[in-house]
């Protein structure tokens, strides 16, 4: 597996590359956010796994660097930075981070997270036509036309329970924590919306009449349990 590790202190890159590379991982090293993009230019060798991003880079804030990243590839990109506020880190999640880490860190905690953000693409049951349509079982949500059916049966859905259902739709089997739903379906901070959630969720669960398909992860959030097909 390819690692892009964008860190500008080198001190710091040459530590974290040995770890990385005992646990299997072959790590190219980007000093800056220009680095970084040229490295993920499309090219003759393999494709990166995941993207390191530290925020504090010398020519452009690293935030910059996962807007422009996201832009041209869907990529898992992990943030670890210093910026341990809840304002930094929805925002980085807003921006298309796939996880947060914020240093200091211990590093078993930030392979697993490594592991995490790698297998969620293929976590899931859900079968993708062209990123145009989703399947889990009986269900189908179509994401051009918004439009989601039970067993052939149209399901009307508001616009939020439609982003909320879609976003646990494409990776069956992953815990959402709640901050990151709140942060990516209502482009908010978290607090004071949680009562806003449980509301969808519980309406979701009655509108499509699968109580079990949305499962409660409590103290952490919500995952979407793929229905047999």
């Known amino acids: 597996m390819r690692l892009l590790l964008v860190e500008d202190d080198d001190h710091v890159a040459a530590a974290l590359s040995a770890v990385l590379a005992r646990h299997g991982f072959a790590v190219t090293h980007a000093r800056s956010g220009e680095e970084a993009l040229q490295a993920l230019l499309p090219g003759e060798a393999a494709p990166f796994g995941v993207v390191l991003l530290d925020l504090g880079l010398p020519d452009q804030d690293g935030y910059e660097v996962c807007g ?19 304002r930094s880190r929805i ?8 996880d947060y880490v914020v240093k200091p860190y211990d590093t078993g905690e930030l392979i697993a997270r490594i592991h995490a953000v790698i297998r969620r693409p293929s976590a899931g049951a ?10 889990l079982g009986s269900v189908r949500i179509e994401l051009p036309t918004r439009q989601v059916s039970v067993d052939g049966d149209v399901v ?24 990151q739903i709140i942060s990516e379906v209502w482009r908010t901070s978290w607090e004071g919306t949680g009562r806003t959630l449980e509301v969808h969720v519980a309406s979701l669960r009655a509108k499509l009449h699968m109580p079990a398909l949305i499962e409660t992860v409590r103290g952490v959030g919500y995952r979407l349990v793929a229905p047999a097909s």
């Open 68 to 86: 422009k990243i996201r832009k041209r590839t869907s990529i898992p990109v992990i943030m670890v930075t210093a910026r341990a506020d809840v």
């Open 91 to 98: 925002h980085g999640l807003n921006l298309g981070a796939d």
């Open 126 to 135: 859900a079968k993708k036509s062209a990123d145009t349509e989703l399947r």
């Open 156 to 179: 009307q859905l508001t616009r939020k329970e439609f982003d909320l259902l879609a976003l646990l739709a494409q990776r069956p089997g992953v815990v959402f924590r709640r901050e």
